[in-house]
């Protein structure tokens, strides 16, 4: 979990699925989380939650800028950026702030997503006003040299190696598959980056990078926890308010034209020994009905041994081992990001077979819900279970700010953390049959069979 | 190779010449920080019940650990342990497989197994008004299996499959040979599974280490969220009340054997474009007092992003990105373990650097900057940690679990507060092994070869595990 963690805090993201209530009796519905969201004068957005439990406070800044508009000779810069931030400021020099905060007993982290990349230090209370000042720091001025900058290539280029190169499958279902299934460059490339474009950043570029994106209006302060919003308020206004808005580039067109017929790949593993299948649907647009009747269907679709694909391929058929699946799958959740998303499931299946017999099975498990719906009765299970989830990954701590910085920032609305569940509530079994005719078919499909090449034995 | 970290060519980005507050704020008083007071009753057959309220988010933490993992698999049978925990969710005497699932998924929650050296846990998280249905679910599993046969034989090609796909992940092999060069014959070396191994395990094997390990005098619950404590106390009486006590078969547990010199195990994986690295030595259980010391030195050298090694392999020279050490303490014995990922032109630099910076903490110790900041860090971050209901309940089944002092985690802070410097450079001097070490790399020998020359006595293995010719 060192900074900058494409990867790193990948694994245990999945689905954050909320939960919903019925009708009726709201099952775990008392519970809401207190919101404030104000602007400063230099478009600055800040949100606070209070939580008085333990005195601890979160302090998140998250930037509109993620991998999918980064420079196109560039690849993965967004996430070199990313760890230059750790680089120094204008008063903090190279890794004093993770000194900084180590040294007055928090955490930290950051980390480069699909249309955002986000910084956070967990921290005593008692230490809120340094972690403000620490991040002003560096939104403010950054501080690089081209030593720095080299260090950091070279450790990106190692991140890179530990996580895709020298891995196993090589993260094909959430760094390939993207790269597959769309065609606008913005989507389709690859974000963790190419080792000869990582090196070939300048100082030149990570400037530039700056000047255009960190701006206070292109971003949004979150801090939870043991403090005031009065507190708040007054010490984002001293540190960050002084730092001016800058005009921002408009956004370029990331829309992904509709696929219009199934696209299938099989790519050879030097590494692996044994096979695994990762096909993903393109996903309707975030918050609207689709979408929603689309989260539920997740959890009675992947989430755990309940769920009807582990019952169809590990149970039933018996021709797998494993299998995963999620919105924004190994990125995030069903609600951080702000552009085309696939709905992407990973299988690891017996070496006798190949992907295509996976495919069918899963084919037979989603024509059953596309022919005979799913039961009130799963309805309301899925709604329960998404709350349950939802409520753990919003009890505090990173879950809930990073959940408020992405609904202030591709919102405008943090305060919608406690009306999700009932957008999902309302969701009916109709609506998830007819979610799954419309979007879980073949021609929306894209699947790489990754399959064992000699290699590691 | 060294890069001097000098700034002279730094220039600063401003966007603007809006005044900056420059000097750095600083830290408030410490706020007090207290869990709330613990339920514990020992019922008549001897389960423990821990009861902790923390509400937060209406949602419930319910744990059942049985006190055997996997040091009590026969060596032959590594892997036991692990699997009766997987086969006794598959079924009791009143639910399907199917129903258990089903049921727990619609309270909010998924049932899972977690196996270590020592334990076997049964966890469940899920909406708190669902606390007592959680409870006797789990309590029907553990007390109740039926243990069927057709779904010991899917969970066993599942776990086989795993076995072999687990071998080409450089960091598993390099954790796998580590364990076993480090405890040789002592039961701690029993990790995982082998195709062998998980052949020779069938129900009837099952079905006897669930008799004589899934007893209540050998297990405890732990039950963290927005819950009323004494309620769930009756709870605990009425659904594990009439669960029989048993006698529990205890591994005997050896001396570990000691390691002499730098024994270098090196894995051969072709096609490697890193070498993972695996070293260390022994260090100490769980449960010694010593613990306090050895964390804080562990945090200086390796064990903190803020660390020693981070500084110098990550920060200075970029050799990799991922680089710690870790401290593990079993009931019986314990080590600490320094890993990394660097890339093949780096790994003797990478190896003599970090021999480098135990044999400074061994001589030297730790500044008084050093060792203030890294007090203030675990401190930090120990409320941090137990804020939620998942951290708190994984605090507590550790307490349980390795017989700590009942006040641990109220009293972690003072106890870390209380080490002297003294007692971090012995720590250090004593239990950083450095002559002594065990040293796995996982790579492509013919890559890295004239970089290890001053090894002299190397183990080659191949990722099955068996010894091999050096390879060409």
Redesign the interface.
Known sequence: M??CALA?CLAALTTVAP?AQTSAPS??S??SVPVVYRKLPNGLRVVVSE?H????VVVEVMYRIGFRVEPQNRTGFAHLFEHMMFQ?S??V???EH???????????NGSTRFDHTNYFE??????L??A??LE??RM?????????L??????????V??NV????YGAFEWLGLPQKANTNWYNAHNFYGDLTDLQAATLDDV?KF??TYY?PNNAVLVVTG?TTVDEVMRLAE??FG???S?PLPPRPDISEPPQTAEKTFTEGD?????PAVAFGYHLPERMTRDFFALSLLD?LLV????AKLY?AL??EN?IA??VTGGFNYGLGNNFDYNGPMLYTFRV?Y??DLKGVDVLKVVDKVINAVQEHGITEDEL??AK??F???F??N????FGRSDLLAALALYDDDPNRINTILSELDKVTTVEVRDAARKWLVPANRTSIDRRPEG??? | MMRATTFTLAFVFVASIAPAQTDRPAVGPDRPFQLAPRVERTLANGLRVIVTRQAVVPKVSVTLTVLSGYSSDPASLTGLAALTADVVQEGTKTRTSKEIRRQVFGMGGSLSAGVSQDYSSLSVRGLSEFAPQLIELVADVAMNPTLPADEIAILKQQRLQNVVQQKASPQFLANRQFRRALFGDHPYARTSETEATLGAIDRAKIEAFHRAHYRPNNAFLLVVGAVDPEAIVAVAEKTLGSWARGDIPRPSFPAPPSISGRKLYFIQRPNSIQSSIALGNFAIKRGDPRWYELTLANAIYGGAFNSRIVRNIREEKGYTYSPGSALTGFANAGFYRFSADVRNEVTSATLAEVFKEIDKMRADGATGQELQGAKSYLRGIFPIQTSSQSGLASTLNNVYIFGLPKDYAETFGARIAAVSPDQVKSAASTLLGSQNSVITIVGDWTKVKDQLAEFKDVTFLDTDGKTIPQPQ
């Open positions: 060192r900074t790193a939960g099952i775990g008392s519970f939580n439990a333990a005195p601890i120094g204008e008063h020099s190279k890794f993770v000194r900084i905060v180590n040294e007055n007993g928090g955490d930290l967990t921290m005593p209370s008692n230490a006003e340094l403000l000042w002003a720091d403010r001025a950054l501080k690089i040299t081209p030593e720095t080299k260090n950091q290539q070279d450790v990106v280029s190692e991140e190696r530990v190169l020298n891995q196993p400037k700056f000047d701006a043991d001293k540190h002084s730092i001016p800058r030097k590494l692996a020994r044994t959890p989430s755990d041994e309940s019952q590990i149970k018996q081992s494993n690891d017996r070496p309301k299970q329960v279970n709350r349950s989830l409520l753990e919003i009890e505090g701590g290699g590691t034995r």
